[in-house]
């Protein structure tokens, strides 16, 4: 596997854990208008329905996203969604193989839509406690950017995105553990 279908994968999983029907609707409207040459197992998502449904269900999301609590709601439904959605854009990006790696590019895939999407859900949830909505907004608008900014990336510059999709992993490696031992110490004061 070469480097530029595994930024395409990293790039793409990890916007779909954060925004799967954004990263779909990007895949749909850059196969449909050709705005980067696109793989041809990316034309799957040049189809009326799967364009038209990621698009309504994005709007729906962005409205969703605004309003404190609702977004919460809205990413518990998405836990399960958002990393299988990631793991079929992963195997997608992957194009003809072997079942064996198939299998590893889908695990590879819903591994990291799942480690943005739990980053972006507890971001969220953390912001939730504020008692001034435009946290929620601005981070909100903030994620609309990056999702299309990395899907674009990932599709015009794979190779940047892998170096990009690596970086934000390792940082979301390195808060967690910090998060982790942060915690621990402060049960352990309590005991």
Known sequence: MDLTILGRTLGLSFA???????TVAILGLSARYGWVALPPQFQIFNNDVVIAAAIVLYLIEFFADKIPYVDTLWDMVHT?????????????????????VEGL????GGTVAAG???TKTSTRAM????????????LSLGEDVFVVGLGLLALKHPVIAFF?????IVLIAIF???IVRAVRRWF???A
């Not at 779909?16 to 954004?22: H, M, R």
């Not at 399960?80 to 064996?100: C, D, H, K, M, N």
């Not at 590019?105 to 590879?108: Q, Y």
């Open 80 to 100: 399960i969604i958002r990393p299988i959605g990631g793991a079929l854009i992963a195997v997608t990006a992957l194009g003809q193989a072997s079942p064996g």
């Open 164 to 168: 990009v999709a690596i970086v934000l």
């Open 16 to 22: 779909a854990g954060v925004n799967l029907y954004a």
């Open 105 to 108: 590019v889908a695990l590879l």
């Open 188 to 190: 352990g004061r309590m």
């Open 127 to 138: 912001a939730n406690t504020s008692p001034e909505p435009f946290s929620n907004w601005f």
């Open 176 to 178: 967690a553990v910090a």
């Open 116 to 118: 943005s999407h739990l």
